[in-house]
């Protein structure tokens, strides 16, 4: 199974994320840092499975963060 992980303390808030994928990331009005929607989470990682389908998709929007926070396994 593929999976979405998010190294959230290291996000700088870009909003990359959220434009180019708004159904799954969000930014947050706390801290300004993005949250992967319907992940589960330990302290700053988060992690969300995801289908064969959504794979691809994935992978452009973790090779579009700047600080590469975003990881696909
Ligand atoms: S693209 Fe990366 S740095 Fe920018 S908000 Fe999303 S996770 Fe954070």
Redesign the pocket.
């Known amino acids: 199974m593929h999976k979405i992980i ?1 190294y959230r303390n290291k ?8 434009e180019q994928q708004p159904e799954r ?1 969000r ?1 947050s009005k706390k801290d300004g ?2 949250t992967l929607l319907k992940a589960a989470g330990k302290k700053d990682v988060f992690i969300l499975p995801i289908s064969n389908t959504q794979v691809l998709h994935a992978q452009e ?1 973790a090779q ?4 590469r ?2 990881k696909i396994t």
């Open positions: 998010h996000c700088i808030g870009c909003g990359i994320c959220q990331w930014m840092k993005a929007v579009a963060c700047p600080v926070v975003i």
